[in-house]
């Protein structure tokens, strides 16, 4: 046998990751630092024995069995391993449930947790962020019968009791526009509401619950007619028969992911608030789970270069390791730049989030984590996507190769950028944003915090000339709606 390359290996994803543990050390208490060291600690140990395990075995995905063999209709779907491990360690290492304690640091002992598990759960961590994102909803409708019923579950630390949520929105008439939603909401005489229809995507079908768009029987047509409802999809264990699960979709990437077509055929189903305004009412739903995209996002690239960085080690050519050539680590060192400031921009938003919900943060605060939100979602989806393929070219013709387990990165990162709100989708979110309460002024205020601790006199210049542009770009098109939204995407991607 010939020379035989080195795989490259994981190094622990949260001990030898000194961006998060520096920002942990920089902001996170250290009263509470101990409990969330050892979840992060095991959280880590899990994501390397996964990564060693998938080099081991043959990638499996969910496989959805329709019709058992006597002919009954059972849509039983079977699940990767990672995913039966996945409500074990949800509640064991506290993962949604501590988002939702009571202190301004929650959110980011959350997605400290996010960041490190997302790549290990193969993409558990989508309907983990939708139940996060159904309890915020259920929170902020102040339904007090539905919150009790549902944030149990939601947020259990007992995996026998622990509930995940789906969302469903999207229907073949469109997922950024939902204003034809076809799924209709009718009363039986007994004022038991139904839902008839059919949802298009849905990702955490073997959740028990879900937040579903529906237009009330006799209401007007177009999105504010919609409303929210509340649904339960299982009864003592057993899916009910209301809910029909079509297909499992055929996807490019996360495909561990059981991403449904389900139909509704009289499912309960329960309102959330009032019979209308549904998109209102969905909204903190939509911004937690950007939230989540955005770090999971920030994850994936964090896994990218943690792999390239080694392999950069292993790998000699023209007589040294790649890392000694100087071109390479120029390419390593740019990747890490673009990375620091995905990574800084996510867990800001984190941050401020925790800061909102305890009613800590100032007015600047709150505004500008409503237009951050957006910006960090669409500006880490795309650089996901850029850097997973830059890191694949890192490993040469190995990054093409699927029994590497490389590809699989650049295929699942693609997805950032589209659920959640595409990239326009966002752009137009933070115009909408910008709109709103003066967001803008709100940001660069906070900017102009963040550059008087910078020493960096050419980036604070390069950021205000940025800001300046965005600022003349808005008031030159405030009577040109047209120009304004073609210009969305400048805006953003600047502002970002
Ligand atoms: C592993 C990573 C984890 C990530 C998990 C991902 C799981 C993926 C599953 C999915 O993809 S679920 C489906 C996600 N779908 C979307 O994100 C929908 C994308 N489309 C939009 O966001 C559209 O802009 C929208 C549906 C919101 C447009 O609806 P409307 O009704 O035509 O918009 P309109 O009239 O501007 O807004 C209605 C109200 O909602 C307004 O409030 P008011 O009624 O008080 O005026 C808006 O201000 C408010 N609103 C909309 N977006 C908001 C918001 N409020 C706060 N934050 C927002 N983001
Ligand atoms: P369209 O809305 O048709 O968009 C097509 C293109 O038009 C995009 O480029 C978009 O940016 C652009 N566009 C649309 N409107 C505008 C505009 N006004 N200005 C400029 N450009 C515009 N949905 C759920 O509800 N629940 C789920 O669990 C779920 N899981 C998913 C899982 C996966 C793997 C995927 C891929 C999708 C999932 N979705 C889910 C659906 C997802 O949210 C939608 O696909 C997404 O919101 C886009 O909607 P669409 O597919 O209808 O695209």
Not at 13 to 29: E, G, I, N, Q
Not at 448 to 457: D, P, Q, Y
Request: proline share 3%.
């Amino acid at each position: 046998m010939g020379f035989l390359q080195d795989a490259p290996q994981l190094s622990h994803p949260y001990r030898s990751d000194r961006l998060l543990t520096a920002l942990l050390d920089r902001v996170f208490p250290s009263k509470r630092r101990m409990a969330l060291d050892a979840d992060l600690d095991a959280l880590g140990d899990y994501a390397q024995m996964a990564f060693e395990r998938a080099s081991r075995s043959t990638r499996r995905q969910p496989v959805l069995t329709q019709w058992d063999a006597w002919g009954r209709r059972v849509d039983r779907i079977e699940l990767t391993a990672a995913w039966q491990e996945g409500p074990q360690l949800t509640t064991r290492h506290n993962i949604l449930a501590s988002g939702h304690e009571d202190h301004e640091h929650a959110r980011l002992g959350e997605f400290a947790r996010v960041y490190v598990y997302h790549l290990a759960s193969e993409f558990y961590t989508c309907p983990l962020a939708m139940t996060d994102g159904a309890a915020t909803a259920l929170k902020a409708s102040g339904n007090k019968s539905l919150m009790d019923r549902a944030l149990p579950h939601f947020l259990s630390r007992d995996t026998h009791n622990f509930w995940l949520s789906g969302q469903w929105m999207t229907e073949n008439t469109g997922g950024s526009d939902v204003s034809h939603t076809e799924t209709t909401a009718k009363q039986d005489a007994d004022g038991q509401w139904r839902l008839y229809g059919r949802k298009w995507f849905s990702s955490a079908v073997v959740g028990e619950a879900a937040l579903a768009l529906a237009r009330p029987e006799g209401a007007s047509q177009g999105a504010g007619a919609l409303a929210l409802f509340y649904v339960e999809t299982t009864d003592a264990g057993e899916r009910k028969p209301q809910l029909i699960i079509d297909r499992l979709k055929d996807k490019l990437g996360t495909r561990e992911l059981p991403t449904a077509e389900i139909h509704l055929d009289g499912l309960p189903a329960w309102p959330m608030g009032e019979l209308a305004h549904g998109v209102r009412q969905v909204a903190p739903m939509l911004n937690t789970t950007r939230t989540w995209n955005a770090v999971c996002a920030v994850a994936s690239m964090a896994r990218a270069i943690n792999l390239a960085r080694d392999y950069a080690r292993r790998r000699r050519a023209f007589g040294s390791a790649l890392i000694e050539q100087p071109l390479h680590a120029q390419t390593l060192a740019d990747m890490q730049a673009e990375f620091e400031g995905a990574f800084a921009l996510a867990f800001e938003v984190a941050h401020l989030l925790g800061r909102v919900e305890q009613n800590a943060a100032t007015l600047q605060e709150t505004a500008s984590l409503r237009l951050l939100t957006p910006l960090a979602k669409l500006w880490t989806g795309k650089m996901a996507v850029s850097l997973c393929s830059e890191a694949l070219e890192c490993f040469g013709g190995a990054g093409y190769i699927e029994d590497t387990g490389l590809p699989q990165l650049l295929r699942d990162a693609q997805v950032y950028a589209i659920w959640e709100g595409t990239t326009n989708v966002l752009s137009l979110d933070s115009l909408r944003a910008l709109a709103g309460n003066n967001s803008f002024a709100a940001l660069r205020k906070v900017i102009a915090g963040w550059l008087g601790e910078s020493h960096n006199a050419q980036a604070s210049f390069a950021v205000h000339a940025a800001l300046d542009a965005t600022a003349t770009h808005l008031d030159a098109q405030k009577v040109d709606r047209h120009a304004l939204e073609a210009g969305a995407r400048g805006i953003a991607t600047t502002l970002a």
